[in-house]
């Protein structure tokens, strides 16, 4: 399984993150994670929301450029070496990963990583095969 992401292309002026997170909180919309990066002439805002589809239609409806993306969640516990241990597998079976960030999860203790990774199949069935879990939506 692997979740969508939403990413929102934003201009570089004070102002459009707040306008993104508002538009999604009045949609009762919560974000569970976010990282924003920029270029010269414009950010991205990449989410983990409640309700991929619907933050998708209402950043459309309210003229923001969005996209969808297949991302991979892991959990990552606070062990020393954890991720480096996940890195690992994927490196190992010459997986490249585009982008990640991570994230603090709910519970105390809890966190974790977003994989963006070309060939999300592919790294799920790596994954799979080293006990490696995956979230899905419900989980969030």
Avoid: W
């Amino acid at each position: 399984m692997s979740l969508k992401q939403i990413s929102a292309f934003l201009e570089n002026s004070p102002g459009r993150v707040a306008e993104v997170t508002k538009v999604l909180g009045e949609a009762n919309i919560n974000i569970s994670a976010l990282v924003l990066s920029d270029t010269l002439d414009f950010g991205v805002l990449r989410l983990i929301v409640n309700d991929t589809k619907k933050a998708y239609e209402v950043l459309q409806a309210n003229g923001f450029i969005v996209r969808q993306t297949d991302v991979i969640i892991v959990p990552i516990s606070h062990d020393v070496g954890s991720l480096a241990k996940i890195l690992k597998i994927l490196s190992d079976e010459n997986v490249s990963i585009e982008y990640m960030y991570a994230f603090s999860g709910r519970k105390e203790g809890e966190a974790f990583s977003v994989f963006k990774i070309e060939d999300v199949e592919e790294a799920k069935e790596i994954l799979q095969k080293n006990n490696i879990k995956r979230l899905c939506e419900e989980e969030l």
